[in-house]
């Protein structure tokens, strides 16, 4: 991989962006052209922070110290460079190239920070704060007996992805006042949708997550179903474990739910956004449906969703992208058969945990003016009333 050094900072970031997130690299350029570079600054700084995170060669003490200078630097309170050439002195070989070459530019994605107003700067700052705080404490007890509670797994989702919904509900906010007016209700459901990401991730990538030490299923879940995590193998895998693993697909679902809901938020005008949103969603959902038919797979590559269908969700969602009618139905399509966790499970706020809830009733039931009424009591008034 080779970068011209001569190029912009922002050029910087464009390039180096298919190298370390191909879903990124599809997904930002959907975006209206004065968000695609925030979010991809806010993108490749959270993956600086991941990737410093992931580095086996350095010991958990030193890696919190690098993150707490690394939000410093963020914040303008570090001097970029000298720290981001200590670190990458660091990194074995099992950090790839591409992310070597980010975290040793650092810098040049801080200066690209540097040139945002300040309800920009203020929302990637503060996700890097909490994440780098967060992410590490789960990191460090990570172990292959996972976490104890349901409740420890939303928090760990929130850590690494709920704040980043949050952080981009702040971005759209920013960018269009329209979206602005509908805030509140988003920003309830920002986590929620950050949550159904990360969730999906988690499933597919349990047993490369477990050669690598770590586990992140709640034995709460499994220990109803005999279960116990730190003797769990592939070829072990049975239907008791099975049973847990439906359960958390049902989660799973409940917070894509909540993810539609926050989608179709977003107002149709701004199709860039609801594109960025309904891609992630729509493959989330395509995944957890190859999980839940190939229960027994022992690598994410096995229920990796292919390119045709990753090819027919763009088609689809592009035709689709301004009915919510139409939303709701491709939803209803491809989450058919899927497990539906009960309100209790999906720990977010009342309004959203009622959305998810909601039973999987046909594509015809599902009209635009429901969604509307799930919706309503979450908005502000001066929104009109409607979903556009």
């Known amino acids: 991989m080779e970068i011209d050094s001569g190029i912009s900072d922002e050029t910087y970031q464009d390039q180096i962006l298919p190298h370390v997130s191909r879903t990124f690299a599809l997904t930002i350029p959907q975006l209206p052209p004065a968000l695609r570079t925030p979010v991809t600054s806010a993108y490749l700084l959270c993956r600086i922070a991941d990737t410093i995170e992931d580095e086996p060669a350095i010991s958990a003490a030193e890696t919190y110290g690098f993150l707490q200078r690394f939000t410093a630097a ?21 950090t790839l190239p591409a992310e070597r070459d980010l975290v040793g530019n650092m810098e040049r994605v801080i200066r690209v920070l540097g040139r945002f107003d300040e309800q920009q700067r203020s929302a990637i700052r503060r996700c890097i704060e909490v994440m780098c705080s ?13 976490l104890a509670r349901s409740s420890d797994l939303d928090s760990y989702c929130h850590y690494v992805a709920g704040i980043v919904g949050e952080m981009l509900t702040e971005l759209f906010c920013a960018y269009s006042q329209t979206v602005a007016q509908r805030g509140l209700a988003l920003q309830e459901l920002a986590a929620s949708f950050g949550q ?17 030490g770590a586990c992140w299923l709640p034995q709460e879940v499994f220990s109803r179903h005999g279960i116990d995590l730190a003797q769990l193998a592939p070829e072990h895998n049975d239907a008791r474990f099975r049973a847990g693993l439906l359960e958390l697909i049902g989660v799973a679902h409940g917070h894509l739910r909540n993810a539609l809901a926050f989608t179709l938020l977003i107002p149709g005008e701004e199709p860039g956004i609801r594109r960025f949103c309904l891609w992630a969603i729509g493959l989330a959902l395509l995944t957890l449906r190859k999980i839940q038919h190939y229960p027994r797979f022992t690598a994410g590559a096995q229920v990796k969703v292919s390119r045709s269908a990753v090819m027919m969700t763009r088609i689809l969602t592009n035709l689709a992208v301004r009915s919510d009618r139409m939303l709701v139905r491709l939803f209803e ?31 015809a039931e599902y009209p635009r003016h429901t969604l509307r009424a799930q919706l309503g009591s979450g908005r502000r008034r001066s929104d009109g009333g409607s979903l556009q």
Not at 75 to 91: D, H, M, Y
Not at 338 to 345: D, E, F, G, I, V
């Open 196 to 212: 159904g990401l990360q969730m999906t991730n988690i499933l597919k990538d349990i047993w490369e997550d477990r050669r690598r």
């Open 74 to 94: 963020v914040c303008g309170k570090e001097e970029a460079g000298p720290l981001a050439s200590e670190i990458v002195r660091r990194f074995s070989a099992q």
């Open 134 to 146: 967060g992410m590490h404490h789960f990191q460090h007890s990570a172990s292959l007996r996972g």
């Open 333 to 363: 399509r491809a989450a058919r058969g899927l497990p539906l966790a009960p309100p209790s499970a999906v720990r977010r706020s009342d309004r959203a945990a009622t959305i998810a809830a909601q039973p999987a009733a046909p594509i």
